[in-house]
């Protein structure tokens, strides 16, 4: 098993930036991608952004691109999204989730989730 905690929502003015970190612990071994979802209200859980394992392949929602930076720790069992100019479409809740194999666009594929961190953009 391996287990997700989120940490670094809260509430950003349009414009600002926020710092997502999530850390895995259990059996987390050289072969995870970790990203993010979000679920904003009354709408799809989408995904965000992942990085493979390694940290030399993302993939982003094409709406964060140029705005969110995904990396990941040197100890690689942390990952971080890094949000800048947000604006209030970005406001939902910021699931971390891993799966063992690399990126994926697909939520099934995603075997763990973390409980998830509210992220509030105001106008």
């Known amino acids: 098993q391996v287990q997700l905690v989120e940490s670094g929502g809260g509430l950003a003015q349009t414009g600002g930036s926020l710092r997502l970190s999530c850390a895995a612990s259990g059996r987390i071994f050289g072969d995870h991608a970790m990203g993010w979802f979000r679920q904003a209200p009354g709408k799809e859980r989408e995904i965000v952004a992942v990085i493979t394992w390694s940290g030399d392949s993302t993939i982003y929602e094409e709406s964060v691109k140029g705005r969110f930076t995904i990396s990941r720790g040197n100890a690689k069992t942390t990952v971080y999204l890094q949000m800048n100019s947000l604006k209030p479409e970005d406001t939902g809740v910021y699931y971390c989730?891993?799966?063992?194999?690399?990126?994926?666009?697909?939520?099934?594929?995603?075997?763990?989730w973390g409980q998830g961190t509210q992220v509030t953009v105001s106008s």
């Open positions: 989730v891993a799966r063992r194999g690399g990126r994926s666009w697909v939520e099934t594929d995603y075997e763990y």
